[in-house]
């Protein structure tokens, strides 16, 4: 959690420790601050009712009817208006109005949050079941915003639908790569796309008329690859036909075969499109890459998180630049962290809300992840944008500034971006995006985050990618719960939420 928390912000985040978000925060569950004695817990007589949602520690709610505090001490929740004393201090509490329409919207990362490879995540069952109604309807926006980028949405969301117990369609699931349905000045480019899954259909769903693979660049130039001595080409054959100039190149996520899509890529950047050609270094910069998913890493089943496409992405950086003496640019860079992918995941958000007719404003989304230097980065690099956007009153223009640094690209109103789009992200509605991790996946709760960015790479390796600059505040979450079931009920708490 962040070092630091105005008086608000802490009673706020007393939910994520155990308390109800209308509750004072005090040191321990119910026990009292320091140099107070215990409080007593005065409404009238008779039995009390347990609030729905009181938490018993840092899962899930307690079924008693007493949650017991620091050193044994209890306090009972009840509807009323509450009365704590403290020595000569007497404080009262009322338990806000219940919102029954959401004001809010969540963010949901799937890898380490809802499933861990395919394997879902226990806690992710019972969060969904409290998100539906009888008939599997959402009771509030949500979008599952992914970094993985191998396969179309609508196959992720029969997957989610499986593994979750309620219907998901592919409107409320966001790839990787679902941003790059705005960049229709590459459309009709001819475009090399590595990766795995079905790219081609993956390609052409976003919008792109002339995709080519890696391996059919490797069948028409099959000189290129020869890392693997079995599968030179024993005899080479003319290609009957040409391919035409390659214009851009788009990395939608890891590969399989590592070492011909990083030869390949190289060969295309050196020759400007014409791979078949010598390399020549002077071609600078070079054709256009646009890259999706950033992640360093990944959770799967194993003990240890595995490589994503973050590393491949680490890979081709420095062969390039070890080659040429030059930084590889990126026109482009989607996927959590960047700010491109939470306007895009909030248009989607505002859409279901349109959809479902409620007509209370999304003012706050939650973003629920496992990893710090994505999912938390990144909400928090929204809230600033979203912040900064409030404070100077503009929704007027779209600048997506897709990295922080050096090779950060603007998408201009009359290039990527048609009238409709623009005006959908430009109209950015909610106030705040607040993070919410959990201990599921990547994030290790024993990790400390580097107090001087000066001294991340002895302190602490930053996992983000080159082009995000590193700063602590963007990588310490709003709250820290234990799994994704513990982040529904901390949010309908800090919302007031009861739809029922």
């Known amino acids: 959690m962040r070092r630091a928390l105005p008086p608000l912000r802490a009673l706020l985040r007393g939910a994520a420790a155990g308390r109800p978000a209308w509750l004072p925060a005090l040191s321990g569950l119910c026990g009292a601050p320091a140099g107070f004695p ?23 709610p307690r079924a008693g009817g007493c949650v017991p505090g620091a050193g044994g001490t209890g306090a009972v929740f009840t509807t009323k208006p509450l009365q704590y004393s403290f020595s000569n ?10 919102n029954i329409l959401p004001s809010f919207g969540f963010l949901f990362d799937i890898d380490g949050v809802l499933v861990r490879g395919k394997t879902p995540i226990p806690a992710a069952k019972t969060a969904f079941q409290k998100l539906v109604n009888s008939q599997g309807q959402f009771l509030v926006p949500v979008v599952f915003v992914t970094n993985a980028g191998n396969c179309l949405r609508q196959k992720k969301a029969d ?12 409107d409320q699931v966001m790839m990787s790569h679902s941003p790059l349905r705005m960049f229709k000045r590459y459309h009709e480019k001819c475009v090399l796309v590595s990766g795995q899954g079905p790219l ?18 490797r069948e028409k130039h099959p000189l290129l690859d020869v890392v693997d001595h079995d599968r ?6 003319p290609s009957a036909v040409e391919l035409p100039k390659i214009e851009a190149v788009v990395l939608f996520g890891e590969p399989v075969r590592w070492e011909t899509n990083l030869q390949l890529i190289i060969d295309v950047l050196l020759t400007s499109g014409y791979p078949g050609n010598p390399h020549h270094h002077e071609n600078y910069p070079h054709i256009p890459v646009l890259a999706c998913n950033m992640d360093l890493m990944w959770v799967a089943e194993a003990q240890s998180p595995r490589f994503g496409h973050g590393t491949f992405m680490v890979c081709l950086e420095n062969i390039y630049k070890k080659i040429t003496g030059k930084d590889l640019k990126y026109e482009a860079l989607m996927g959590k962290p960047s700010k491109l992918t939470y306007q895009y995941a909030e248009y989607l958000i505002r859409a279901q809300a349109a959809e479902r007719q409620w007509k209370q404003p999304i003012q706050t989304l939650y973003a629920v ?73 990547v994030y290790n709760p024993h990790t400390e985050v580097p107090l001087d960015t000066r001294e991340s790479i002895t302190e602490t390796v930053f996992h983000g990618h080159r082009d995000f600059r590193f700063d602590p505040g963007l990588v310490e979450p709003d709250h820290i719960v234990p799994d994704v079931d513990a982040a529904v009920d901390l949010v309908f708490q800090l919302e007031n939420f009861s739809p029922n």
């Not at 007497?90 to 806000?96: D, I, L, M, R, S």
């Not at 499986?162 to 219907?167: E, K, N, R, S």
């Not at 030179?232 to 054959?237: E, G, I, Q, S, T």
């Open 369 to 441: 992840g496992d990893n710090l230097m994505t999912d938390v980065y990144g909400a928090n690099l929204y809230n600033r944008y979203l912040e900064e956007n409030s404070r100077k009153g503009s929704k007027s223009r779209i600048q997506a500034k897709v990295a922080g640094g050096r090779g950060s690209a603007t998408l201009s109103q009359d290039d990527e971006i048609d009238n409709s789009w623009e005006t959908e992200l430009a109209s950015a509605a909610a106030a705040h995006c607040r993070s919410v991790l959990v201990c599921t996946g």
């Open 89 to 98: 201090f007497t404080y009262q509490f009322t338990k806000p109005e219940l």
């Open 159 to 170: 997957q989610l639908s499986h593994l979750l117990g309620v219907p998901i369609s592919q």
């Open 232 to 237: 030179r080409p024993n005899v080479l054959y």
């Open 38 to 60: 215990a409080p007593a817990a005065e409404g009238g007589g008779g039995s009390s009712k347990v609030k729905r949602g009181a938490w018993g520690g840092w899962g899930s």
């Open 200 to 217: 081609l259909d993956i390609a052409q769903d976003l919008g792109f008329c002339q995709p080519i693979t890696i391996e059919t660049l």
